[in-house]
């Protein structure tokens, strides 16, 4: 990239199958990751690996999500920015594939919380075999609706899986890095706090933020 500077993992997902039994039908997912590397441009990853069909996603956006009402799916006013697929408001993930959506400007400095939002238009039954993950951490389900501009999405449900949605990546300085955490479901923060961000990849990024040293995200 220009001036030196390269995209680099700050949060992400391994997509596995969805725990239980799930489906959407015109429904919003509003998932709310945690940063650790920030940056001023990003992309967010979407996957259907374990889709047994294409997945058509019909309007995707990310935003700041709103600390000041915490445990809640709202967003800062303005900072909720369209994501686009090759230029198109909407796109379509074969079978056992992932998008990865075009740059979007948002300034999202070290450790934010974000809302990715995205609206499935279509009937996504359990036997679809929808990507999800486990999370420990609440996420948004609305009433059926294209709520993804919403900065205070309705919320029909809560779910503490990371449905679809599997990466966010920054544009960061040529010396950033990357670290990839691989483990069991400790890694994922089984049996930490909810909402806390207590996994221990959480607390890595963390430390590496604090330090102050070569930039590094923690994936």
């Excluded at 919403?150 to 449900?157: F, K, L, W």
Aim: overall charge neutral.
């Amino acid at each position: 990239m220009q001036n030196g500077r390269h995209w680099v993992g700050s949060w992400a997902a391994a997509p596995a199958p969805a725990e239980g039994v799930v489906g959407f039908n015109n429904h919003t997912l509003r998932m709310m990751p945690r940063l650790s590397l920030g940056g001023d441009t990003l992309r967010v990853r979407i996957s259907n690996a374990y889709g047994a069909r294409p997945l058509v996603i019909g309007a995707a956006r990310i935003g700041i999500r709103d600390t000041s009402s915490p445990g809640g799916p709202g967003i800062v006013p303005g900072s909720n920015k369209k994501l686009t697929f090759g230029g198109n408001d909407s796109g379509v993930i074969a079978a056992g594939a992932l998008i990865v959506s075009d740059p979007v400007q948002l300034n999202a400095p070290p450790l934010a919380d974000l809302a990715v939002s995205i609206y499935l238009p279509g009937e996504v039954l359990a036997n679809f075999a929808i990507t999800g993950r486990y999370a420990r951490q609440t996420n948004y389900i609305s009433p059926a609706g294209n709520f993804a501009d919403a900065t205070v999405m309705p919320v029909g449900n809560l779910t503490d899986q990371w449905f679809f949605v599997s990466g966010v990546d920054v544009v960061a300085p040529d010396n950033a890095g990357g670290v990839v955490a691989l483990g069991d479901s400790l890694t994922d923060g089984n049996i930490s706090t909810i909402d806390a961000f207590c996994r221990w990849p959480d607390q890595l990024a963390r430390r590496l933020t604090e330090r102050r040293g070569r930039p590094m995200g923690v994936m």
